[in-house]
């Protein structure tokens, strides 16, 4: 059984560059929720996706957007990169309306922005 | 507004010491409640959860019981081991699920 993967595990990027980022979830779970996790703080909330609409949230810019597939993958985009974006970038998985449910979270992708 | 509020670390303990890692919540209502684990290089596994008051939740000798009284829900351990360094993280699910702030645990053998 499958967890949640997600592509690539590292990536480096310049301040002004695009980056695009891919998750698929654990087997069975239909909601992707994004998290950034700064170095040394607890994941902040970007957004979670559940059949393939944007359902919620959080307080991040335009500059972060996203998609989900009719198989339940996800990609967060994020244009114009600053240097405050480097971060790990966590993807979780879950079921819709398992509100109370733990979510199920990727090894996440550490992006650096020079 | 509601919020998780975890004990702030670093914490540095000898192997086979007692750990207590505070957590309190601020929300409308009892939400499960939930201590992730994140080991280095890795993203969060859940440890253990309790989805009501009075519960406890229980996991590789970790313990935290879901208090309403004073909404708190700390972790801890009776010996902990080197193998438990690790930064944990206090989780509420308050309107998407919303997390403290980290502690990181470090056990000196």
């Known amino acids: 059984d499958a967890g949640v993967t997600q592509s690539p595990t590292h990536l480096i990027k310049t301040r002004g560059q695009q980056v695009t980022l891919r998750c698929s979830p654990k087997?069975?779970?239909?909601?992707v929720s994004w998290y950034q996790q700064a170095l040394g703080q607890g994941p902040q909330f970007i957004f979670q996706?559940?059949?393939?609409?944007?359902?919620q949230r959080g307080n991040f810019p335009d500059r972060f957007s996203g998609h989900q597939f009719p198989n339940y993958s996800s990609e967060l985009n994020v244009n114009a990169l600053l240097l405050g974006d480097s971060a790990l970038y966590l993807c979780?998985?879950?079921?819709?309306?398992?509100?109370?449910?733990?979510?199920?979270f990727g090894n996440g992708t550490r992006l650096t922005v020079t | 507004g509601n919020s998780v509020t975890q004990m702030e670390g670093p914490v540095t303990l000898s192997e086979e010491a007692f750990l207590t890692i505070n957590c309190t919540y601020t929300?409308?209502?009892?939400?499960?409640l939930f201590w992730y684990v994140q080991y280095p290089g890795e993203g969060l596994q859940l440890l253990l959860k309790?989805?009501?008051?009075?519960d406890k939740g229980s996991n590789k000798g970790f313990e935290a019981t879901y208090r309403k009284e004073t909404t708190s829900f700390h972790l801890e351990k009776g010996s902990v081991q080197v193998s438990d360094s690790a930064v944990y993280f206090c989780?509420?699910?308050?309107?998407?699920?919303?997390f403290g702030t980290g502690t990181r645990l470090t056990i000196i053998p």
């Open positions: 979780a998985s879950s079921l819709k309306g398992s509100y109370n449910s733990p979510l199920h």
């Open positions: 087997s069975g779970h239909d909601t």
């Open positions: 996706y559940y059949e393939e609409e944007e359902r």
């Open positions: 929300a409308t209502g009892y939400p499960s």
């Open positions: 309790a989805t009501k008051a009075d």
């Open positions: 989780a509420a699910p308050i309107e998407k699920l919303t």
